[in-house]
């Protein structure tokens, strides 16, 4: 993936108010943001139009910062993150409340961690985590939150002719940093970090042909 489209995900993920990406785009030094400075100045509640957010994301992510310039912006801002996803392991960021943000490549330690899980949970491991990215590929990903739902992970898990997984193996995909529980508490979801989803499917693929 490349370092725009990581950033796009780490912004949307970590941040939510327009002030915040604001402050972001004027520490990124992008004109652009110069016009709504007397706006955000004047108003405690200003926000940006809905097409107004796309694009001031879009120009966040793709400023001329290098990525540990970058990084070191949203270190910034590190205290207006969101943090329901406590983890960001990109090519080109990487992000765990710990150590903040850092313009480092973690997915080396990432792949171990995948070849753990696998190691410790065998075929539930491996079905589960497949059903995931099969439903991310089949877009049965929920929009507002992100991640599939729990009956959708089951049948998908039943076709593939897979075991179901048990709380036990839940709790150690979660210690292994591979997979969140997210959305509401009315509205749960099951996640694979989007930026990790080709890592982990081309394991499972290497798993699963052994």
């Known amino acids: 993936m490349n370092s725009f489209d990581e950033r796009k995900i780490l912004l949307n993920r970590y ?3 327009d002030r915040d990406f604001q402050s972001i785009g ?7 943001f110069d016009r709504y400075d007397d706006k955000f100045a004047k108003d405690k509640y200003a926000y940006f139009s809905a097409e107004e957010k796309i694009e001031a994301i879009d120009k966040i992510a793709s400023t001329d910062l290098n990525d540990r310039e970058f990084a070191d912006v949203l270190n910034s801002m590190k205290e207006k993150a969101i943090t329901q996803i406590d983890r960001f ?7 765990d409340p710990d150590v903040g943000f850092r313009g480092e490549n973690r997915q080396p330690d990432f792949k171990k961690a995948v070849d753990g899980a696998l190691k410790e949970l065998g075929a539930r491991g491996y079905y589960f985590l497949q059903a995931i990215i099969n439903l991310y590929e089949n877009r ?15 049948a998908e898990i039943r076709r593939l002719g897979g075991q179901y997984p048990s709380p036990r193996d839940l709790a150690i995909l979660k210690s ?7 959305g ?10 989007v930026e990790t989803l080709e890592i982990v499917k081309a394991i499972l693929g290497e798993w699963k042909s052994k």
């Open 15 to 17: 941040f939510y108010h």
């Open 176 to 182: 292994f940093k591979l997979y969140y529980k997210t």
């Open 89 to 95: 392991t990109g090519e080109h960021i990487y992000f």
């Open 26 to 32: 004027k520490a990124c030094k992008i004109s652009w």
């Open 140 to 154: 049965k990903w929920d929009r507002a939150y992100g991640g599939a739902t729990w009956p959708d992970i089951l």
């Open 184 to 193: 509401s508490r009315r509205y749960p979801t099951h996640t694979i970090p």
